[in-house]
């Protein structure tokens, strides 16, 4: 993607972002080959099926570990039920949900991957010297200081940085 100009030219990433088209379309047009298109659609498709699975692989077994199912036929089944009617009557509902959940899932992953952590590690014994709530401090900061920029983001304050490129 480096060599993909940001903008100027018709074979620009915002020249595609204004389109509504993939990120990969100029750069597989500046290639000029058919396997760039190939790898694109590859890399897109592996990229959204190994998520989907590790997602789902563990939201059934913490179903089935959270409401002690049996590890038969009967169990398994009603908890690939569980794990996979719910999102779908809900996207099938709301088409929309699914890119609205994605516009928030920083802020979600702030908190879940940050804070809680940092919060949980600051009862430790281990960490209750300078340098270890030091850390703990910086790594909640930098947490919500990333929610305050999604937040921002979505308020439009952060727009005029990127107009420059849009134009």
Same mark, same amino acid.
């Given at each position: 993607? #480096?060599?993909?100009?940001?903008?100027?030219?018709?074979?620009?990433?915002?020249?595609?972002?204004?389109?509504?088209?993939?990120?990969?379309?100029?750069?597989?047009?500046?290639?000029?080959? +058919?396997?760039?298109?190939? *790898?694109?659609?590859?890399?897109? $498709?592996?990229?959204?099926?190994?998520? $989907?699975?590790?997602?789902?692989?563990?939201?059934?077994? $913490?179903?089935?570990? #959270?409401?002690?199912?049996?590890?038969?036929?009967? #169990?398994?089944?009603?908890?690939?039920?569980?794990?996979?009617?719910? +999102?779908?009557?809900?996207?099938?509902?709301?088409?929309?949900?699914?890119?609205?959940?994605?516009?928030?899932?920083?802020?979600?992953?702030?908190?879940?991957? !940050?804070?809680?952590?940092?919060?949980?590690?600051?009862?430790?014994?281990?960490?209750?010297?300078?340098? !270890?709530?030091?850390?703990?401090?910086?790594?909640?900061? *930098?947490?919500?200081?990333?929610?305050?920029?999604?937040?921002?983001?979505?308020? !439009?304050?952060?727009?005029?940085?990127?107009? +420059?490129?849009?134009?």
């Amino acid at each position: 993607m #480096g060599i993909v100009p940001l903008s100027g030219s018709e074979n620009s990433l915002v020249q595609a972002f204004n389109e509504g088209a993939p990120s990969t379309k100029p750069l597989v047009q500046l290639i000029n080959h +058919p396997i760039a298109e190939l *790898g694109a659609r590859f890399l897109a $498709f592996f990229a959204i099926v190994t998520s $989907f699975l590790g997602v789902s692989l563990s939201l059934r077994d $913490f179903l089935r570990d #959270g409401l002690k199912m049996k590890s038969g036929k009967k #169990g398994r089944l009603m908890a690939c039920v569980l794990t996979f009617a719910p +999102p779908l009557i809900f996207v099938l509902s709301y088409p929309r949900a699914f890119i609205i959940a994605l516009q928030y899932a920083g802020l979600f992953v702030a908190i879940l991957l !940050g804070i809680l952590p940092a919060l949980m590690a600051w009862k430790l014994k281990k960490y209750k010297n300078f340098f !270890g709530r030091s850390l703990l401090i910086t790594i909640i900061l *930098g947490s919500l200081f990333a929610i305050v920029l999604e937040f921002l983001d979505e308020g !439009g304050v952060l727009n005029h940085f990127i107009e +420059p490129y849009l134009n």
